[in-house]
């Protein structure tokens, strides 16, 4: 610490004013705000941006029981969350048409697309609708360093092709389930030089995206960013492992911090954002719909359990995004929650939320989740 008094202390008055203003740069790059400028979504009977807010702002249902033609709902159906090889819920959020797709538009052929994920699929249309609404062009992306975040956790599809035999696998089985060429198919097609990540942390998958994707923007590795989430439940494996760990609301419906809270309901559907640097977006004219301050990440560590939430983590992570995006807890007037609609994760949830943002409050915090 003497050592680097000293250095200071010999530099000249001009010299000191320099070093301010480099560093004073080197703070505004890495605090640098991110400004959402286009975005695009399916979701279960939202198959636009519009739709899908049309559904919250009239409180809409969602939920529907499983089509028939993903599985048969009523053999494996057993309301005993522990009988053998049966799901505890006949409900769930469905996409409908989940199995079209406009392969010549993207230069794949129909073999192809048959042993591609349909998660592959939707990323690459949803994708395609959120540059245009950013205002983009696909063509004048291609050779710039667009970044590519996407969060995909599920591989329904990889376990119905297996189910096939070995006899019917292609040379296209392999790529077309693989999560990395979820994000990387992205990039082959639109012909991006940016960094390309596939993400999984399990429910969390879409937001640790975006903060990747705002961290490699304020790093100056990427000049976009594409942010994306997806998920296809095409099979019921994953429901009947659930329902053995006693998590599927019966009813098949999310009652996020409500007495009732008995699990939750799967769904699907897919999200992408597009993603710049705020002062980039002002200086090419775009429209701003949003502005990330700040996030965060961090894990439970130990708990009281592998899948129970810790609410010390909790509030840790919210404190720090709240330093990342410069702005007090008593600030902040909604929190989207997680809302998992369980009697062990919504209080811890609910308290964490209080110890992050309740200190010096005036105004009520609401908190809700359109898991509901």
Same mark, same amino acid.
């Given at each position: 610490?003497?050592?680097?008094?000293?250095?200071?202390?010999?530099?000249?008055?001009?010299?000191? $004013?320099?070093?301010?203003?480099? /560093?004073? #740069?080197?703070?505004?790059?890495?605090?640098? %705000?991110? @400004?959402?400028? *286009?975005? =695009?979504?399916?979701?279960?009977?939202?198959?636009?941006?519009?739709?899908?807010?049309?559904?919250?702002?009239?409180?809409?249902?969602?939920?529907?029981?499983?089509?028939?033609?993903?599985?048969?709902?009523?053999?494996?159906?057993?309301?005993?969350?522990?009988?053998?090889?049966?799901?505890?819920?006949?409900?769930?959020?469905?996409?409908?048409?989940?199995?079209?797709?406009?392969?010549?538009?993207?230069?794949?052929?129909?073999?192809?697309?048959?042993?591609?994920?349909?998660?592959?699929?939707?990323?690459?249309?949803?994708?395609?609708?959120?540059?245009?609404?950013?205002?983009?062009?696909?063509?004048?992306?291609?050779?710039?360093?667009?970044?590519?975040?996407?969060?995909?956790?599920? $591989?329904?599809?990889?376990?119905? /092709?297996? #189910?096939?035999?070995?006899?019917?696998?292609? %040379?296209? @089985?392999?790529? *077309?389930? =693989?999560?990395?060429?979820?994000?990387?198919?992205?990039?082959?097609?639109?012909?991006?030089?940016?960094?390309?990540?596939?993400?999984?942390?399990?429910?969390?998958?879409?937001?640790?995206?975006?903060?990747?994707?705002?961290?490699?923007?304020?790093?100056?590795?990427?000049?976009?960013?594409?942010?994306?989430?997806?998920?296809?439940?095409?099979?019921?494996?994953?429901?009947?492992?659930?329902?053995?760990?006693?998590?599927?609301?019966?009813?098949?419906?999310?009652?996020?911090?409500?007495?009732?809270?008995?699990?939750?309901?799967?769904?699907?559907?897919?999200?992408?954002?597009?993603?710049?640097?705020?002062?980039?977006?002002?200086?090419?004219?775009?429209?701003?719909?949003?502005?990330?301050?700040?996030?965060?990440?961090?894990?439970?560590?130990?708990?009281?359990?592998?899948?129970?939430?810790?609410?010390?983590?909790?509030? =840790?992570?919210?404190?720090?995004?709240?330093?990342?995006?410069?702005?007090?807890?008593?600030?902040?007037?909604?929190?989207?929650?997680?809302?998992?609609?369980?009697?062990?994760?919504?209080?811890?949830?609910?308290?964490?939320?209080?110890?992050?943002?309740?200190?010096?409050?005036?105004?009520?915090?609401?908190?809700?989740?359109?898991?509901?």
């Amino acid at each position: 610490m003497n050592d680097f008094l000293e250095r200071i202390e010999k530099l000249s008055p001009k010299r000191l $004013a320099l070093l301010a203003l480099e /560093l004073q #740069s080197q703070l505004e790059e890495h605090t640098q %705000a991110i @400004a959402i400028v *286009g975005m =695009a979504c399916r979701f279960p009977q939202a198959a636009s941006v519009d739709e899908y807010w049309q559904l919250i702002e009239k409180g809409g249902d969602a939920i529907s029981e499983v089509p028939r033609d993903r599985w048969d709902t009523d053999s494996l159906y057993n309301p005993d969350p522990d009988a053998a090889g049966s799901v505890s819920s006949r409900w769930g959020g469905f996409l409908d048409s989940v199995d079209t797709f406009d392969a010549p538009f993207f230069g794949i052929s129909r073999r192809e697309a048959v042993s591609m994920d349909p998660q592959q699929r939707l990323l690459l249309e949803v994708s395609w609708e959120a540059i245009e609404h950013a205002g983009l062009s696909a063509r004048a992306l291609s050779g710039t360093a667009t970044g590519v975040f996407v969060g995909i956790a599920t $591989a329904d599809y990889r376990r119905l /092709l297996m #189910s096939l035999g070995h006899d019917n696998m292609d %040379a296209y @089985a392999a790529t *077309g389930t =693989a999560h990395s060429v979820a994000a990387g198919r992205l990039a082959y097609i639109l012909g991006l030089n940016g960094p390309n990540l596939a993400i999984d942390t399990a429910c969390s998958s879409s937001l640790v995206a975006i903060h990747l994707a705002c961290q490699s923007l304020r790093n100056k590795e990427c000049t976009v960013a594409l942010a994306a989430a997806v998920n296809v439940m095409a099979s019921p494996e994953v429901t009947i492992a659930l329902s053995k760990s006693h998590m599927m609301a019966t009813d098949g419906r999310c009652k996020t911090f409500d007495s009732r809270a008995d699990g939750f309901v799967r769904a699907e559907g897919c999200g992408v954002v597009v993603l710049k640097r705020l002062k980039d977006a002002a200086a090419d004219g775009d429209r701003i719909l949003a502005v990330i301050r700040g996030s965060a990440v961090n894990q439970d560590g130990r708990s009281s359990g592998l899948t129970a939430p810790n609410g010390a983590a909790q509030e =840790a992570v919210i404190g720090q995004a709240l330093a990342a995006a410069g702005v007090e807890g008593s600030e902040i007037g909604y929190v989207e929650a997680h809302g998992t609609g369980t009697a062990l994760g919504d209080p811890i949830e609910a308290h964490a939320l209080a110890g992050a943002l309740g200190k010096g409050r005036t105004e009520p915090l609401v908190v809700g989740s359109v898991k509901t």
